[in-house]
């Protein structure tokens, strides 16, 4: 089975910080995606990757980063966190062609 | 604009009852079609993924169709149980790679005994 790991399952973190989400997968998949979903707006993108070291801006990257320095690996940074980043936040990766596996979310809350 | 409309926004039914969802789409170019299981608190499932040229697909009791003249797919679950208490997400892919998905709002469904 395909395994999409996310590093934390709820995080809590302070206006200002800057905050790292880790995405891991298994299954050697090109493709990686970092989004967030809200109560009434359904996912939302916000990056993608389509290889190590590419990667491609989405809906809204805005107050957003990603690395991907192994295909494996996947990680959205919030450079200084705002309440308005308070959301879910999902990894998901994908090969060329077949439907995107997804991790089991983390609730990120900034107080 | 491409948008992908589901409705209805939440279903409420009874245990064993069958129903179906629908999903509207504008979405152009297409290349596939998803329908994904949300869970409360947990990442999205896929159940089926079509592409232009099938009308139908199954995943147990999930149907799913797909008439992409009227741009237009459901999907049907059969003899409901509790656990299929969750949110469906319909998803258009505008090319094949799956790097350019449009996703619907979903519809809530309660399942209840």
């Known amino acids: 089975d395909v395994k999409v790991t996310q590093s934390s399952r709820y995080l809590v973190k302070r206006t200002g910080e800057k905050v790292f989400l880790e995405c891991v997968q298994d299954m050697d998949h090109e493709n990686m995606f970092w989004y967030r979903q809200d109560p009434g707006l359904g996912l939302r993108l916000i990056y993608f990757?389509?290889?190590?070291?590419?990667?491609e801006k989405g809906d809204i990257p805005e107050g957003y980063s990603v690395s991907r320095e192994k295909k494996e690996r996947f990680s959205l940074i919030l450079e200084s966190a705002s309440t308005n980043q308070t959301s879910m936040y999902l990894c998901?990766?994908?090969?060329?062609?077949?439907?995107?596996?997804f991790g089991q979310g983390t609730r990120l809350t900034v107080v | 604009k491409n948008q992908v409309e589901q409705s209805p926004q939440s279903l409420i039914i009874l245990e064993g009852k069958n129903c179906t969802l629908q999903c509207n789409y504008t979405v152009s170019p297409f290349s596939n079609l998803r329908w994904y299981k949300q869970d409360t608190g947990r990442g999205p499932v896929s159940l089926t993924i079509?592409?232009?040229?099938?009308n139908t697909k199954s995943n147990g009791r999930y149907t799913a169709t797909l008439d992409a003249d009227t741009k237009q797919s459901s999907l049907h679950i059969t003899a409901s149980q509790l656990s299929d208490s969750a949110s469906y997400i319909c998803v258009v892919s505008r090319n094949q790679a799956g790097t350019a998905l449009i996703f619907g709002k979903g519809t809530t469904l309660s399942v209840s005994s």
């Open positions: 079509m592409t232009f040229s099938e």
């Open positions: 990757s389509y290889d190590v070291k590419m990667k």
């Open positions: 998901a990766s994908s090969l060329v062609g077949v439907e995107a596996f």
